[in-house]
């Protein structure tokens, strides 16, 4: 008779094999897109601000995503509404399989990025605008009032980018459903509508190329039915961001770099 840890092995190995004997669910020439939502949490970042009359940092501010809050209600409202889908914070991506298991893709990441107001900061630098003095560039604590600073991205923390991953199928039952594992990196642009108001001036909305990204992903995609999926991504991502729009004067202007953490959850077609 055969031993309990021989039938084991055996049914591991037959296992195995059936997953490796299926046809590849994500074969080369396949095209694929999907539609999700993301929540997202920011580091700490320095933000430089620079003008005529000022050039001060700003160290160490904090900041949080905006995501619209998940409810019944705002499922219908804003969610599922084509006239508001891109009111949460959401994610699009179309992709190609230029081999079996292996893809590249091109999307847009639409975060949103609200710094923390009233908070405490050091600051350093000097700024000669009226009402807002300081000509001392040591560093001083400064309260991120309104009347100071409010700083947002929330029209949004736009990401542009190109990407790449590789799939490891972990389970698959008949030509329909399986489930596997992904890992890929990617880099791309930052194209933000930027909410800037500094020193009670103007606001500048305008969408502008503000810098570039680059970021590493790992994710998990089931298989549903013919061609139907989900999955869900986390995303590790570092941005560059040295020319943000702070109002209608071309000299004007703040440069930050922030590290991310992204995580999306999604649903979508392959073909």
Known sequence: MKSPV????????????????EAAMRSQG??????????????????????DDYDFTLHNVSAKDH??????????????????????????RFGYFVQDNWSVSLGWDHMKYVMVQDQTVSMT?????????????????????????????????NQISLETEAYLPLWQHGADMDIALFAGAGA????????????????????????????VKIGVEANLWQGLFVRFIGKYGYANMNDVL??????????????YDEYIGAIGYRF
């Open 246 to 259: 702070t109002s209608h004067d071309s000299s004007d202007k703040a440069r930050q770099k922030i590290y």
């Open 188 to 215: 791309g642009i930052m194209y933000p509508k930027s909410n800037v108001k500094l020193m009670s001036g103007d606001r500048n909305d305008e969408w502008h190329v503000a810098g570039y990204s680059t970021l």
């Open 67 to 92: 995501q619209t809050p998940f409810s019944i209600a705002q499922v219908f409202h804003s969610y599922l509404n084509p006239s508001r889908l891109t009111i949460p914070q959401y994610n699009w």
């Open 6 to 21: 021989s039938i084991a092995i055996l049914l591991m190995a037959s296992s195995c094999y059936s997953v490796a004997s």
């Open 125 to 157: 630098g000097t700024n000669d605008r009226n009402g807002f003095e300081k000509t001392d560039p040591a560093a001083e604590d400064v309260v991120l009032t309104e009347d100071f600073l409010t700083y947002e991205h929330t029209d949004g923390f």
């Open 30 to 51: 396949d095209w694929y897109g999907y539609w999700g939502w993301n929540n997202a949490t920011y580091s700490d970042s320095d933000i430089h601000f620079e003008g």
